[in-house]
């Protein structure tokens, strides 16, 4: 919602205050200001001018040669492009000097050999942007009232001297979606009273009800529907002041008649329409739900087919407008109307809200039906429009208005115990304090001893509960008010579970080890939902997604982190590095609800360091990314029990690929994406892993120990052994582990090697074993002897010898 300081000035005494106070209060009380946006700021130099003559300029077909009267000394001369500008009109002229958005200054300058003393301005050369311009100046300058007074300031004729705040209203404050509802909020906060609209029209001497009669078949989509009857209309631009506002507010102008109607809708929240009543083609209204397939072409020239879901306003057989949407073009006011039947009605938000969605329309209108607009000012903003129809279009407004009421307006009485405020703001609050917070709202308020009782008014349909009154004292008592106060309790201290120490470790030794946190959607499309799943599941759809992108719950974190990593390398990023911590979601029977388990995932690409000034560049590969798993792993306090088992996948790299196994149980893997995958989302090498951390931090595992840095030396011995191609390294690591016992204290393989030189099937695998006795130091012939029983246990597990 976009409040205009100025125009709130004339429903609240704002007393000069400074914009960003005021948005300061209001956010502080409960709605936030977004931004707020000065008009015309940084513009200077522009005033109201008088084009006294214009005639062709003698060296270019598409300029004018302008003599112009600006209030000050002689008039100047001014060649101008606009194809509009003509004599005796009245526009903003920038003078020499003056300054433009963009900081863009006006100098005397010549233009085809003839001088020019300043520039006469569209209103998108001002700022204002140009799907807001009136489109008959939308190609041109704009033209001010012939009685605009020549040599005034332009910028306060066009409003551009105002500060516009932003409001991010949330879902239950529809109230605030208009400026009397602004108003009202911002009387409560200063402690003013708000001056509302007065309204007084001569009614002509013709009845209404003799022009138009209105029957509701639905009364549930629609309880309250009321006509007003306006003859001798002349249909022309509105008051510039009008058209300015509007343009504040982020409405085009139209006309005259529109205008009003956007005006009042943006004034009381009520939104309106003006039917051609000669174009109408009927002397009833019938408000009825469409027939299947009827059709209607709505103002935006679109034709529409309807269902029997959809309200519409017709002529007793044919469709006028969608009722809260859009109105049809057959009866929209044009130059030649006359004649105006203006609806102002109470639609069913539901209603309105499937109409606005089949058809892709969100108007200004459909959003404030939806969200709930007063019924108590449906007939106040239809006498406030047909007194401005008759102001500003020379109306003649018929007597009386022909209604339909089934509509049952009640104003909520609540009953509010003091103790309770007490109670749940954790603070005392006089009863007197909190009827004058009532009251600043516009409540009624009866009090008794211990309890309040508040009737609230029909505009805040929002409040309905006793704690939503407990809401309205804190946030006009001043949540800044509100002490901070410790709770109060014995035998405990604070601190974190298990689960989360786990978790925090394995954020800080991703995030220390360089990789960037990142957090994705939960929900995925239908095609990405089970790519990468560690489990064999169902899908979990969702009944109502906003998207076909967002309606699947992830089995994987890896597709979105995926999208993530393209993302960012779209934007020349050479190097990604993310993890995510994050739920995935399985379901082992169609019909159940999903399991929700914690994951972790990370995917690497490009180089893992680089040292520039020493020439090294490593670019990340499978072993990197193993190594991370490990060291979290390790720090997670697992040791034992790992497993990598060489594996296929069909999103990963057939010859990069590993399971990864705790006692024989897959808990994640780990591998280079396969290059198809690559291919289609851009990548360069990629390299992923992803654990089930649910299950990781379940494990019943020993606290890390630390042990001293041992006294004595260590002795290391290298061996290559040739074995079959279908052996693993990590087959043997395993063997040569168990035989070397206690005193073999690190091994790590360190080339393997096939080639020319090794039999067919065969190759040739070597390792670094280092033997430790952390008591004393170990002698040559123990040495031997351990070493012996390692070689031996390779030959009888895999045959493998010592290669010569």
């Given at each position: 919602?976009?409040?205009?300081?100025?125009?709130?000035?004339?429903?609240?005494?704002?007393?000069?205050?400074?914009?960003?106070?005021?948005?300061?209060?209001?956010?502080?009380?409960?709605?936030?200001?977004?931004?707020?946006?000065?008009k015309?700021?940084?513009?200077?130099g522009?005033?109201?001018?008088?084009?006294?003559?214009?005639?062709?300029?003698?060296?270019?077909?598409?300029?004018?040669?302008?003599?112009?009267d600006?209030?000050?000394?002689?008039p100047?001369?001014?060649?101008?492009?606009?194809?509009?500008?003509d004599?005796g009109?009245?526009?903003?002229?920038?003078?020499?000097?003056?300054?433009?958005?963009?900081?863009f200054?006006?100098?005397?300058a010549?233009?085809?050999?003839?001088?020019?003393h300043?520039?006469?301005?569209?209103?998108?050369?001002?700022?204002?942007?140009?799907?807001l311009?009136?489109?008959?100046y939308?190609?041109?300058?704009?033209?001010?009232?012939?009685?605009?007074?020549?040599?005034?300031?332009a910028?306060?004729?066009l409003?551009?001297?105002?500060a516009?705040?932003?409001?991010g209203?949330?879902?239950?404050?529809?109230?605030?979606?208009n400026?009397?509802?602004?108003a009202?909020?911002?009387?409560?906060?200063?402690?003013r009273?708000?001056?509302?609209?007065?309204t007084?029209?001569?009614?002509?001497?013709?009845k209404?009800?003799?022009?138009?009669?209105?029957?509701?078949?639905d009364?549930?989509?629609?309880?309250?529907?009321?006509?007003?009857?306006?003859?001798?209309?002349?249909?022309?631009?509105?008051?510039?002041?009008?058209?300015?506002?509007?343009?504040?507010?982020?409405?085009?102008?139209?006309?005259?008649?529109?205008d009003?109607?956007?005006?009042?809708?943006?004034?009381?929240?009520?939104?309106?329409?003006?039917?051609?009543?000669?174009?109408?083609?009927?002397?009833?209204?019938?408000?009825?739900?469409?027939?299947?397939?009827?059709?209607?072409?709505?103002?935006?020239?679109?034709?529409?087919?309807?269902?029997?879901?959809?309200?519409?306003?017709t002529n007793?057989?044919i469709?006028?407008?969608?009722?809260?949407?859009m109105?049809?073009?057959?009866s929209?006011?044009?130059?030649?109307?006359?004649?105006?039947l203006?609806?102002?009605?109470?639609?069913?938000?539901?209603?309105?809200?499937?109409?606005?969605?089949?058809f892709?329309?969100?108007?200004?209108?459909?959003?404030?039906?939806?969200?709930?607009?007063?019924?108590a000012?449906v007939l106040l903003?239809?006498?406030?429009?047909?007194?401005?129809?008759?102001?500003?279009?020379?109306?003649?407004?018929?007597?009386?208005?022909?209604?339909?009421?089934?509509?049952?307006?009640?104003?909520?009485?609540?009953?509010?115990?003091?103790e309770?405020?007490?109670?749940?703001?954790?603070?005392s609050?006089?009863?007197?304090?909190?009827?004058?917070?009532?009251?600043?709202?516009?409540?009624?308020?009866e009090?008794?001893?211990v309890?309040?009782?508040?009737?609230?008014?029909?505009?805040?349909?929002?409040i309905a509960?006793?704690?939503?009154?407990?809401e309205?004292?804190?946030?006009?008592?001043?949540?800044?008010?509100?002490?901070?106060?410790?709770?109060?309790?014995?035998?405990?201290?604070?601190?974190?579970?298990?689960?989360?120490?786990?978790?925090?470790?394995?954020?800080r030794?991703?995030?220390?080890?360089?990789?960037?946190?990142?957090?994705?959607?939960?929900l995925?499309?239908?095609?990405?939902?089970?790519?990468?799943?560690l489990?064999?599941?169902?899908?979990?759809?969702?009944?109502?997604?906003?998207?076909?992108?967002?309606?699947?719950?992830?089995?994987?974190?890896?597709p979105?982190?995926?999208?993530?990593?393209?993302?960012?390398?779209?934007?020349?990023?050479?190097?990604?590095?993310?993890?995510?911590?994050?739920?995935v979601?399985?379901?082992?029977?169609?019909?159940?609800?999903?399991?929700?388990?914690e994951h972790?995932?990370?995917?690497?690409t490009?180089?893992?360091?680089?040292?520039?000034?020493?020439?090294?560049?490593?670019?990340?590969?499978?072993?990197?990314?193993?190594?991370?798993?490990?060291?979290?792993?390790?720090?997670?306090?697992?040791?034992?029990?790992?497993?990598?088992?060489?594996?296929?996948r069909?999103?990963l790299?057939?010859?990069r690929?590993?399971?990864?196994?705790?006692?024989?149980?897959l808990?994640g893997?780990?591998?280079?994406?396969h290059?198809?995958?690559?291919?289609?989302?851009?990548?360069?090498?990629t390299?992923?892993?992803?654990?089930?951390?649910?299950?990781?931090?379940?494990?019943?595992?020993a606290?890390?120990?630390?042990?001293?840095?041992?006294?004595?030396?260590?002795v290391?011995?290298?061996?290559?052994?040739?074995?079959?191609?279908?052996?693993?390294?990590?087959q043997?690591?395993?063997?040569?582990?168990?035989?070397g016992?206690?005193?073999?204290?690190?091994?790590?393989?360190?080339?393997?090697?096939?080639?020319?030189?090794?039999?067919?099937?065969?190759?040739?695998?070597?390792?670094?074993?280092?033997?430790?006795?952390?008591?004393?130091?170990?002698?040559?012939?123990?040495?031997?002897?351990?070493?012996?029983?390692?070689?031996?246990?390779?030959?009888?597990?895999?045959q493998?010898?010592?290669?010569?």
């Amino acid at each position: 919602m976009f409040v205009s300081y100025k125009w709130l000035e004339e429903y609240v005494d704002l007393d000069g205050m400074n914009p960003e106070i005021l948005a300061e209060k209001i956010t502080r009380s409960g709605i936030e200001v977004e931004g707020i946006e000065y008009k015309g700021e940084g513009i200077k130099g522009v005033v109201i001018g008088h084009v006294l003559e214009r005639e062709q300029h003698p060296n270019a077909d598409k300029l004018n040669k302008c003599l112009v009267d600006f209030g000050v000394d002689e008039p100047v001369q001014i060649i101008c492009g606009a194809p509009n500008v003509d004599k005796g009109q009245k526009v903003a002229v920038a003078t020499v000097g003056a300054v433009l958005p963009g900081n863009f200054k006006i100098k005397k300058a010549k233009l085809r050999g003839e001088a020019s003393h300043g520039m006469i301005c569209s209103l998108q050369e001002l700022g204002i942007q140009g799907k807001l311009v009136p489109k008959e100046y939308a190609e041109g300058i704009f033209v001010f009232p012939s009685e605009t007074e020549t040599g005034t300031n332009a910028l306060e004729k066009l409003a551009l001297d105002d500060a516009v705040l932003e409001l991010g209203l949330t879902p239950n404050r529809a109230d605030a979606m208009n400026m009397l509802g602004v108003a009202y909020e911002v009387a409560a906060i200063l402690g003013r009273k708000v001056k509302l609209p007065e309204t007084s029209y001569q009614a002509g001497s013709e009845k209404a009800a003799d022009y138009i009669s209105v029957k509701v078949d639905d009364k549930e989509a629609n309880p309250l529907y009321a006509a007003k009857m306006i003859k001798d209309v002349k249909i022309g631009p509105s008051p510039l002041w009008m058209q300015t506002k509007l343009i504040n507010a982020g409405i085009r102008p139209h006309n005259n008649v529109v205008d009003i109607t956007n005006f009042v809708l943006l004034e009381y929240g009520q939104p309106l329409h003006a039917f051609d009543y000669h174009r109408f083609g009927s002397k009833e209204v019938v408000i009825r739900k469409a027939f299947e397939n009827e059709t209607i072409v709505t103002l935006d020239e679109q034709e529409r087919t309807l269902t029997h879901k959809h309200l519409v306003i017709t002529n007793g057989s044919i469709p006028q407008a969608v009722a809260g949407v859009m109105g049809g073009a057959e009866s929209e006011v044009r130059e030649d109307t006359t004649m105006i039947l203006l609806e102002a009605a109470y639609f069913n938000g539901q209603t309105v809200r499937q109409a606005s969605k089949d058809f892709g329309l969100r108007s200004e209108s459909s959003i404030r039906f939806e969200k709930g607009i007063d019924p108590a000012r449906v007939l106040l903003a239809a006498e406030r429009a047909a007194d401005l129809i008759s102001q500003y279009a020379g109306g003649v407004v018929l007597e009386g208005t022909v209604v339909e009421d089934h509509l049952d307006i009640k104003e909520n009485t609540i009953s509010l115990s003091t103790e309770k405020v007490t109670k749940v703001l954790g603070m005392s609050i006089s009863q007197e304090e909190m009827v004058h917070i009532f009251e600043k709202l516009g409540f009624s308020v009866e009090t008794s001893e211990v309890d309040l009782i508040v009737t609230v008014p029909s505009r805040r349909g929002d409040i309905a509960i006793e704690e939503d009154l407990i809401e309205e004292v804190a946030r006009l008592y001043g949540y800044d008010n509100i002490p901070s106060t410790l709770p109060e309790l014995t035998g405990f201290s604070g601190g974190l579970t298990s689960y989360q120490a786990k978790r925090r470790k394995v954020r800080r030794f991703l995030e220390g080890a360089g990789l960037s946190q990142a957090i994705t959607y939960s929900l995925t499309n239908d095609k990405k939902a089970t790519a990468f799943s560690l489990e064999k599941s169902f899908k979990t759809f969702l009944s109502l997604p906003m998207s076909e992108e967002r309606s699947v719950l992830r089995q994987s974190l890896l597709p979105n982190l995926l999208d993530s990593v393209a993302y960012n390398l779209a934007r020349q990023s050479d190097s990604v590095a993310f993890y995510e911590i994050g739920s995935v979601f399985y379901k082992v029977e169609e019909q159940t609800k999903p399991v929700e388990k914690e994951h972790v995932a990370g995917a690497v690409t490009g180089l893992w360091h680089k040292n520039l000034w020493q020439g090294e560049k490593k670019l990340v590969d499978f072993f990197v990314m193993k190594g991370l798993v490990e060291g979290l792993l390790e720090k997670l306090g697992i040791h034992e029990g790992i497993e990598f088992v060489q594996s296929e996948r069909k999103e990963l790299h057939p010859g990069r690929t590993a399971n990864i196994l705790y006692n024989g149980v897959l808990v994640g893997f780990i591998g280079q994406l396969h290059p198809f995958f690559e291919k289609e989302l851009d990548l360069p090498e990629t390299y992923i892993f992803e654990l089930d951390l649910h299950e990781l931090f379940a494990l019943d595992v020993a606290d890390i120990t630390y042990t001293a840095i041992p006294r004595y030396p260590s002795v290391t011995r290298d061996i290559a052994l040739v074995v079959s191609k279908e052996i693993t390294s990590g087959q043997l690591e395993d063997v040569i582990k168990k035989a070397g016992g206690k005193l073999l204290n690190e091994v790590h393989v360190f080339d393997v090697y096939e080639g020319e030189h090794m039999e067919e099937g065969k190759k040739s695998v070597a390792f670094s074993l280092q033997y430790l006795n952390p008591e004393q130091t170990l002698t040559e012939e123990e040495v031997t002897e351990i070493h012996n029983q390692v070689l031996k246990a390779l030959e009888d597990a895999y045959q493998a010898v010592l290669r010569g």
